[in-house]
């Protein structure tokens, strides 16, 4: 019994200590803003999609994900919504509150783009390591929920999240590429 | 022994042994406001879509909890349930269908587009279509159900969310979600209305609030109301029954002051309300609680017959007790008879309700008047003697204020022209939402609670017809086109129709169409930057979906209260009172009929009302023909004081600021079988030493008493003949003697 509970407690002791670490070697900016680019390869395609734009992370708040080429196009992920923006015509808009299954993929995509781990591990088994150089963090979810959605996902960064790679249960995977800029 | 009580005997052990079998479990208590209305008079459709309804409501509660937030209001409803009495309450266990719903569709996938997708696939220009789809393909997470080359706009998952959109009901992690309240479902267990009187689901309710101490609890179902009804009933039955008994037992008391009167008297009554209790069973398999709170009422009307037979023993000490009741037998018939055709009026009516009120208070009147007939001279034995009470009541028949003629002709001009006054003030009201006399909160939790998850109207709603299932389904989706339009102008908050989900097969070929263009121009367009793999799969058409094959899946079950055995049902969500006339203008398309019950019964209401009203002036004559058939050119004086009694009775109702309604209009089809009895009385022992008039005097006022009781009812049909009876017959008993000259 107490052998269990030592072993439990050591185990609990690890994730938080990652995610203080890598916490604490994030550069601490209420809004990061800067280029992205996104390799999606679809299930059924041979070649990758790609798309390139800009995006906005406001801590607290969402994020703007803003696509210019091929097609300009905008995402906003909101802790209330999410909507999807052609020009100026809604192509969709799904309200979190009504919808708890979408309020929590958008809330891990929000986390893994601003490099929230705190709240990453409390719906993923995290495995990462630390080093002078910068982070990398693997990520299994933890729920069934999730696992309808997401087999993985992998975290690079140093003072800042430089690469996401997501791999979907619909076999697609997605590289996104992070550049903090003006 | 005579025939007469032998056989009386015989049918009255017959009875009893009914009653053992009723008292003992056997007996059924419909508690059901809506059972007293009527079924409808021609749509079988919209009958079987309200018996539905009610069958998939009679037995469940729904509960929503909340807390501070999702996982709050989870754990909360978790102690919740935990704390329900297992013998009372137990929880449905809920398990997600989404899998399996969508397993089912994938196949049919192309043919299913919702109507906002219709219109924009046809109005996109193909490049809309190739940007729409890139977005769609490169959003970072997306479910998708189907590859990406057969659907790249990802038109299915659309289908999905927006079909989901009908319901705000979200499984999570083996909850049923609306937003950050859990809903509960809960069935009732065991026989929910015992007739204890004791309020047992709302006691188990608040077992499980006292768990959770500070999160909302909001409770809602039928069985709620059915029991508030139930616990309601229970009360005014006890209260008008035992109260007009012991009101009878006090004044008879005082009257002979002797144990056997009263006992014959009692025993004359419950074998008048044990009578007309087992016809109510026999005939209707059940009885509805509100007869039973009617037929307390009885308890006041049917000892009159035992009351009058003693008022004559007590006069007449000395005489036979045969002969006596030979000269009381053509009045006591003439006025059982009278009330019974009074009672029997209610019957004429097509409300379920009032029919076993009808039978019930005619077989017992009846039962009541062979007990006395049959029973009383043989276990009379002794004396009835004079007492001081009844002499001084009897004394002053004399001097009571009796009219001459051109007295009477005054005081009827004067009261008929206050009755005709009172009546031309009167406000009339037919809305049948004034019927029901649930509590307030229940009420307010019950429209809270559907507002929240969206239930649909069970009063309003559209049935179609159609030669075959494709027809049918084509009209309905004529329909849902200008429901969708009506939606949008904020005339209901949505609706709920089998088409959503399986289009006519017509409109899923024409869907397949459009999607076929759709992914080809897509495709196209991105087969310059992409090598499409297996692009024969994309090519592949799907079958058409039926409907048998939807009922036979998961989606079967909430899709079944849509299906009829002939028609379609198409359910809505909180259609706009003010704008019902809209949705029933849509009755015009070919094969839609719109069904407002609320109107419906409203209607009816007022035409009986009105149909019955005419219909007195009727009664009265008939009555008046009996009468001069009995009495000759007297016969006026039993009628008239009912009549004016009658109009001064509205005249109160209108005092009282009430709107007439067709219960007041029965009562006073009550009020001219009763009335008349005790001008009957008084006519026939014109010549008496008052005993007729102690006899009436004991009558009206335990009549008074237990009809005066039923004012207090809570149900306002109920409360309605309360009031009318009241004042009916305090008013027949004074104008009685008045008009009858000694």
Same mark, same amino acid.
């Given at each position: ?8 407690? *050591? ?6 200590? @990652? ?6 070697? @994030? ?12 390799? #999606? ?27 210019? #080429? ?18 100026? #015509? ?29 709240? *990453? ?26 696992? #309808? ?34 | ?135 769609? !393909? ?138 007309? !209790? ?75 309700? !009032?029919?076993?009120?009808?039978? $019930? ?80 909160? =229940? &009420? ?16 309003? $709603? ?88 939807? &009922? ?11 299906? &009829? ?17 809209? =949705? ?20 009816? &209401? ?8 005419? =219909? ?22 039993? !009628? ?14 209108? $005092? ?87």
């Amino acid at each position: 019994m107490m052998l269990c509970a030592v072993v439990l407690s *050591l185990n609990l002791a690890t994730a938080p200590d @990652l995610a203080l670490r890598i916490r604490s070697a @994030l550069h601490d900016a209420p809004v990061q803003r800067g280029t992205f680019e996104q390799s #999606k390869q679809v299930k059924g395609f041979r070649k990758p999609l790609k798309s390139s734009g800009t995006y906005v992370v406001t801590r607290g708040q969402g994020i703007v994900w803003n696509t210019l #080429k091929p097609f300009p196009s905008e995402l906003t992920v909101e802790p209330t919504a999410i909507a999807s923006k052609q020009g100026t #015509k809604e192509l969709f808009r799904v309200d979190a509150s009504k919808e708890p299954a979408v309020r929590l993929i958008t809330e891990m995509l929000f986390a893994a783009l601003s490099g929230d781990v705190e709240s *990453l591990l409390r719906h993923f088994e995290a495995t990462g390591q630390i080093g002078p150089e910068g982070w990398s963090l693997v990520l299994k979810p933890a729920s069934k929920g999730l696992e #309808k959605v997401f087999l993985h996902l992998e975290l690079q960064g140093d003072s800042a999240v430089r690469k996401v790679h997501i791999a979907e249960a619909t076999g697609d995977t997605t590289d996104i590429v992070l550049v903090p800029g003006p | 022994m005579k025939p007469l009580s032998l056989w009386w005997t015989l049918l009255a052990a017959a009875i009893l042994g009914h009653q053992v079998y009723l008292w003992t479990g056997g007996l059924k208590v419909e508690t059901q406001l809506l059972s007293l209305l009527p079924r409808g008079e021609t749509d079988a459709a919209a009958e079987e879509a309200l018996h539905q309804l009610g069958e998939s409501t009679s037995r469940s509660v729904v509960v929503l909890v909340t807390a501070t937030s999702a996982e709050a209001s989870q754990e909360a409803a978790q102690r919740f349930v935990a704390a329900l009495p297992a013998e009372r309450l137990t929880r449905v266990t809920e398990t997600s269908q989404a899998q399996s719903v969508v397993e089912l569709l994938v196949p049919y996938a192309s043919g299913l587009l919702t109507a906002s997708q219709r219109k924009r696939l046809s109005e996109a220009s193909d490049e809309d279509l190739v940007q729409q789809a890139w977005s769609a !393909l490169t959003q970072p997470v997306g479910q998708r159900f189907r590859p990406a080359q057969e659907d790249p706009l990802q038109l299915f998952s659309e289908f999905l969310r927006e079909r989901a959109q009908s319901t705000p009901v979200r499984p999570v992690n083996g909850w049923l979600m609306v937003g950050d309240s859990v809903l509960l479902r809960l069935e009732v267990k065991g026989s929910a209305f015992a007739l204890d009187g004791v309020p047992h689901l709302a006691r188990a309710l608040e077992e499980g609030r006292r768990a959770v101490p500070g999160v909302d609890v909001v409770a809602a179902g039928v069985p709620l109301f059915a029991e508030a009804a139930a616990t309601q009933a229970n009360t005014e039955v006890n209260t008008v029954g035992w109260g007009s008994l012991a009101a009878i037992l006090v004044l008879m008391g005082f009257a002979f002051r002797s144990l056997r009167p009263l006992l014959l008297v009692v025993t004359s009554v419950l074998m008048g309300v044990a009578a007309g !209790l087992s016809a109510c069973v026999v005939v209707f398999g059940e009885v509805h609680l509100m007869t039973l709170v009617f037929g307390a009422g009885l308890v006041g009307v049917a000892e009159d017959y035992g009351i009058h037979y003693f008022c004559s023993r007590q006069a007449h000490p000395k005489q036979d007790k045969q002969i006596l009741l030979r000269h009381l037998i053509p009045g006591l018939s003439l006025a059982m008879l009278t009330s019974v055709a009074g009672y029997a009026m209610l019957g004429i009516a097509p409300f379920p309700g !009032l029919r076993q009120v009808a039978l $019930f208070s005619s077989v017992g009147l009846g039962a009541a008047f062979l007990t006395v007939v049959a029973w009383f001279p043989i276990l009379d034995g002794g004396e009835v003697r004079m007492t001081k009470f009844a002499a001084a009541w009897a004394a002053s028949r004399a001097r009571w204020p009796s009219l001459s003629l051109p007295g009477v002709v005054v005081a009827t001009v004067v009261l008929g022209a206050v009755g005709a006054f009172g009546i031309s003030q009167l406000k009339t009201d037919d809305d049948i939402r004034s019927l029901q006399a649930s509590p307030k909160a =229940l &009420m307010d939790a019950q429209r809270l609670v559907a507002e929240r998850i969206g239930l649909p109207s069970p009063a309003q $709603f559209f049935v179609v017809r159609g030669r075959d299932e494709a027809e049918r389904l084509a009209r309905e989706e004529a329909l849902t086109s200008q429901l969708d339009a009506l939606r949008a102008q904020g005339v209901l908050q949505g609706y709920e129709a089998i088409s959503a989900w399986v289009p006519s097969p017509e409109q899923q070929i024409q869907n397949e169409r459009l999607a076929a263009r759709v992914r080809k121009v897509v495709l196209k367009a991105l087969a310059d930057e992409l090598e499409v793999v297996d692009d024969d799969a994309a090519a592949s058409p799907s079958r058409v979906l039926s409907i048998d094959e939807v &009922m036979q899946s998961a989606l079967g079950a909430p899709l079944k209260q849509l299906k &009829m055995s002939d028609a379609h049902v198409v359910l809505l969500h909180a259609p706009a009172r003010q704008r019902l006339e809209e =949705l029933a203008s849509l009755s015009t398309l070919p094969g839609v009929k719109f069904v407002d019950r609320t109107a419906d019964w409203s209607s009816l &209401m007022r035409r009986w009302r009105v149909g019955m009203s005419q =219909l007195l002036v009727v009664g009265y004559a008939l009555i008046l023909a009996i009468l001069w058939w009995r009495f000759g050119a007297r016969a006026w004086r039993a !009628l008239v004081p009912t009549a004016l009694a009658s109009a001064l009775a509205l005249s109160a109702v209108a $005092f009282l600021g009430e709107p007439l309604t067709l219960f007041h209009v029965l009562a006073l089809w009550l009020l001219l079988g009763m009335g008349v009895d005790y001008g009957i009385f008084l006519l026939e022992h014109q010549n008496d030493d008052g005993e007729a008039w102690l006899a009436v005097g004991l009558g009206a006022a335990s009549t008074l008493l237990s009809f005066g009781l039923l004012a207090v009812s809570t149900t306002s049909a109920i409360h309605a003949f309360g009031v009318t009876l009241g004042v009916g017959v305090t008013l027949v008993w004074m104008l009685s003697p008045t008009f009858a000259r000694n």
